[in-house]
């Protein structure tokens, strides 16, 4: 008999949340398990999901995350580190407490230790470094760089005259960070582990083995901010929902995920160069979110350094909007010419928190008390207040606000929406199958390749 879909995700879902400690870490100890549910341990076999899933669990790649682009780094482990060439060949171990000082000089890596226990007690000079950090007495170790520490091994490079830092990372330990640094902890864990699935659907699907790197720490990708962002609830979200991804078809989706929508998320192909059949408008329940309204006001100073190359801002005219009233293409019009822009290069020039935003005119006076109860007029929907035939004095640059929705692209699942849904009672493979259309919550299989590159990039916000 065939099994429906939503009990197959829920007897995943448990099967995921009960597996011990030692079966997160890949050894695939099935007998250390405790006992499921015997009816729901059924659903399970029947629908002939449980080898996969327990297969899956040894599916925990290296991630490769850049952490930092600078001419110098201070690095420190929690216990020392041991420091390794590009062969693997160890090259010295520093003892707890100590630093070590990257810098870049004549294309190198000069590394200068303040203490080391074991090699060489001078300064290295290489063209790839590579730092572990050893391990205390109950097995933790982590990487301070700079003021933040991280899980996992760093390998430094030289490109463009900078040091690259890249974190080298198993996936499901870098995923707590991730759900800590993209969600408040404090929310609920149907939302945190929708956040989780949505993380681990994104960072498999951008691993690039031809690239120097796979992701970004920021939310050029998704955000990572190391240990700090770690807490009970991540892990948690981590740990249950452990192997599970989001398919279309037979491969990965691009699981793409913002703060707020304002109201309705964004069709893909309205914002990018392709329309992804799961990246489609939907309704969002964000109502509660803190930037579900907003408003800018854009100083003449502001526009005239956003638009130097027309000497300011007269007036914005918005030319088309998507189907969910995001500016697709303005015209920007100042004192000496104008300029045409798509809605997410005005965004950019402007510092706006989405594109589902419209323009008004402030009121203003000329040399005179403000017009009071003036009402302010749309830009482009009219001229802008003139003086007084009796007073011809030249108007000042306006001053236009910026009147919006939202928080991000709009594009996939709305976080705050992510957290409506789950304060509402929603499991978080339904919040997930809410925002990303005709999706699967499915255990990860060797072989799961994404649907469409696209281009539709980084995680945004």
Same mark, same amino acid.
């Given at each position: 008999?065939?099994?429906?879909?939503?009990?197959?995700?829920?007897?995943?879902?448990?099967?995921?949340?009960?597996?011990?400690?030692?079966?997160?870490?890949?050894?695939?100890?099935?007998?250390?398990?405790?006992?499921?549910?015997?009816?729901?341990?059924?659903?399970?076999?029947?629908?002939?999901? #449980?080898?996969?899933?327990?297969?899956?669990?040894?599916?925990?790649?290296?991630?490769?995350?850049?952490?930092? %682009? #600078?001419?110098?780094?201070?690095?420190?482990?929690?216990?020392?580190?041991?420091?390794?060439?590009?062969?693997?060949?160890?090259?010295?171990?520093?003892?707890?407490?100590?630093?070590?000082?990257?810098?870049?000089?004549?294309?190198?890596?000069?590394?200068?230790?303040?203490?080391?226990?074991?090699?060489?007690?001078?300064?290295?000079?290489?063209?790839?470094?590579?730092?572990?950090?050893?391990?205390?007495?109950?097995?933790?170790?982590?990487?301070?760089?700079?003021?933040?520490?991280?899980?996992?091994?760093?390998?430094?490079?030289?490109?463009?005259?900078?040091?690259?830092?890249?974190?080298?990372?198993?996936?499901?330990?870098?995923?707590?960070?991730?759900?800590?640094?993209?969600?408040?902890?404090?929310?609920?864990?149907?939302?945190?582990?929708?956040?989780?699935?949505?993380?681990?659907?994104?960072?498999?699907?951008?691993?690039?083995?031809?690239?120097?790197?796979?992701?970004?720490?920021?939310?050029?990708?998704?955000?990572?901010?190391?240990?700090?962002?770690?807490?009970?609830?991540?892990?948690?979200?981590?740990?249950?929902?452990?192997?599970?991804?989001?398919?279309?078809?037979?491969?990965?989706?691009?699981?793409?995920?913002?703060?707020?929508?304002?109201?309705?998320?964004?069709?893909?192909?309205?914002?990018?160069?392709?329309?992804?059949?799961?990246?489609?408008?939907?309704? %969002?329940? %964000?109502?509660?979110?803190?930037?579900?309204?907003?408003?800018?006001?854009?100083?003449?100073?502001?526009?005239?350094?956003?638009?130097?190359?027309?000497?300011?801002?007269?007036?914005?005219?918005?030319?088309?909007?998507?189907?969910?009233?995001?500016?697709?293409?303005?015209?920007?019009?100042?004192?000496?010419?104008?300029?045409?822009?798509?809605?997410?290069?005005?965004?950019?020039?402007?510092?706006?928190?989405?594109?589902?935003?419209?323009?008004?005119?402030?009121?203003?006076?000329?040399?005179?008390?403000?017009?009071?109860?003036?009402?302010?007029?749309?830009?482009?929907?009219?001229?802008?207040?003139?003086?007084?035939?009796?007073?011809?004095?030249?108007?000042?640059?306006?001053?236009?606000?910026?009147?919006?929705?939202?928080?991000?692209?709009?594009?996939?699942?709305?976080?705050?929406?992510?957290?409506? #849904?789950?304060?509402?009672?929603?499991?978080?493979?339904?919040?997930?199958?809410?925002?990303?259309?005709?999706?699967?919550?499915?255990?990860?299989?060797?072989?799961?390749?994404? #649907?469409?590159?696209?281009?539709?990039?980084?995680?945004?916000?």
């Amino acid at each position: 008999m065939a099994v429906p879909k939503t009990a197959r995700i829920r007897s995943l879902a448990l099967v995921a949340a009960l597996l011990p400690q030692a079966l997160l870490l890949g050894s695939g100890l099935l007998a250390a398990a405790p006992a499921v549910a015997q009816d729901e341990a059924e659903d399970v076999v029947a629908a002939g999901r #449980l080898q996969p899933l327990l297969a899956s669990r040894s599916i925990n790649p290296q991630l490769r995350v850049l952490l930092l %682009d #600078l001419p110098s780094i201070r690095v420190a482990g929690s216990s020392g580190l041991r420091l390794r060439d590009a062969r693997g060949g160890e090259l010295l171990r520093m003892p707890a407490g100590a630093t070590l000082a990257l810098s870049q000089v004549g294309g190198r890596i000069q590394a200068q230790p303040s203490a080391v226990t074991q090699g060489s007690s001078g300064s290295l000079s290489l063209s790839e470094l590579w730092l572990e950090p050893l391990p205390d007495s109950a097995g933790f170790a982590s990487l301070q760089i700079e003021s933040r520490r991280y899980r996992g091994r760093l390998q430094v490079k030289v490109e463009a005259a900078k040091l690259r830092a890249i974190n080298v990372i198993e996936l499901e330990t870098y995923l707590p960070s991730v759900v800590g640094s993209e969600m408040p902890a404090s929310w609920p864990l149907e939302a945190l582990r929708a956040q989780a699935v949505a993380a681990r659907t994104y960072a498999l699907r951008q691993r690039k083995p031809s690239a120097p790197f796979d992701l970004h720490a920021t939310v050029i990708s998704q955000a990572y901010k190391g240990l700090e962002a770690e807490t009970a609830s991540t892990r948690e979200a981590v740990r249950s929902t452990q192997g599970l991804v989001l398919m279309h078809g037979n491969s990965l989706i691009n699981a793409v995920f913002h703060s707020s929508s304002g109201g309705s998320t964004e069709n893909s192909g309205d914002l990018w160069s392709r329309q992804l059949p799961y990246l489609v408008s939907v309704p %969002d329940y %964000d109502d509660s979110s803190p930037v579900a309204r907003w408003e800018k006001t854009l100083s003449p100073q502001m526009l005239a350094g956003a638009f130097a190359e027309i000497g300011g801002v007269s007036r914005i005219d918005v030319l088309s909007t998507t189907g969910s009233g995001r500016v697709r293409q303005a015209r920007v019009i100042g004192p000496s010419g104008a300029v045409v822009l798509t809605g997410a290069q005005l965004r950019s020039r402007l510092g706006l928190r989405s594109t589902l935003v419209r323009f008004e005119a402030a009121p203003f006076s000329f040399n005179a008390p403000a017009l009071s109860g003036a009402t302010p007029l749309p830009v482009g929907l009219g001229s802008l207040l003139s003086p007084p035939p009796s007073r011809p004095l030249a108007p000042p640059s306006p001053v236009i606000i910026a009147v919006g929705r939202g928080f991000g692209h709009g594009v996939g699942m709305s976080q705050w929406g992510a957290y409506a #849904l789950a304060r509402q009672g929603r499991r978080f493979d339904q919040i997930l199958q809410h925002y990303y259309r005709g999706v699967e919550v499915q255990p990860l299989r060797a072989g799961s390749g994404p #649907l469409a590159q696209g281009a539709v990039a980084g995680r945004g916000s």
